[in-house]
C-alpha cells in the first residue's frame, strides 16, 4: 500500500519553499500563472486545496473511472464547493462555480489530450494565455447561465 506524502511536503513540491514560508503565495502564483501548459497551471493553482481534493477525490475516483472522467469529476467536486460556500454566505442556492470549473475541467482534459504546449514563450506570455483561458471560460459561463436565466 502506498503511504501518501503529508501536506507540507506536497505544498513544498508544488511552491518550492515550505508550508507557511513568507514567499510561498508569491510562489505559487509564479509558478501557476507562468506554466507551460494549462493543466500545469492547475498543478501548481493553492497547493493546499489540491492537496485534499487529490487525497479525497480524485485517487479514490482513479481507482474506479478513467483518468479523464476523473479529472472532470474532481473539476465537478470543486465546484460544487465553490458553490456550497457561497450559499452558506449569501444563503441563497448559487451554481456557478461547478460548471465554471467543469468548462476548465474539459479543457485541462482536451490540452492533455492534445498536448497543447506553450513553454517556449516568456513567462508573461504564458500568464497572458493561462489568465485569458480563465477568462474565457468565466466569459463563456456567464453567457450559457444568461441563457438559461
Not at 138 to 143: F, G, N, V
Amino acid at each position: 500500500m502506498q503511504s501518501s506524502i503529508s501536506l507540507s511536503k506536497y505544498v513544498k513540491k508544488r511552491t518550492g519553499v515550505p508550508l507557511g514560508a513568507s514567499h510561498s503565495m508569491r510562489n505559487m502564483l509564479s509558478r501557476s500563472l507562468g506554466a507551460k501548459s494549462f493543466p500545469l497551471f492547475w498543478h501548481y493553482w493553492n497547493p493546499i486545496w489540491s492537496y485534499y481534493l487529490s487525497r479525497y477525490v480524485m485517487r479514490p475516483l482513479n481507482k474506479l473511472l478513467p483518468s479523464s472522467l476523473t479529472v472532470f469529476t474532481t473539476f465537478l467536486v470543486s465546484g460544487a464547493l465553490h458553490d456550497l460556500a457561497v450559499s452558506l454566505v449569501k444563503w441563497e442556492t448559487v451554481v456557478f462555480f461547478t460548471p465554471w470549473f467543469g468548462l476548465m475541467g474539459l479543457i485541462v482534459i482536451t490540452f492533455s489530450k492534445f498536448k497543447v504546449f506553450y513553454g517556449h514563450f516568456a513567462w508573461h506570455t504564458r500568464a497572458s494565455i493561462n489568465i485569458l483561458i480563465i477568462v474565457a471560460s468565466l466569459c463563456l459561463t456567464y453567457l450559457i447561465e444568461g441563457m438559461y436565466a
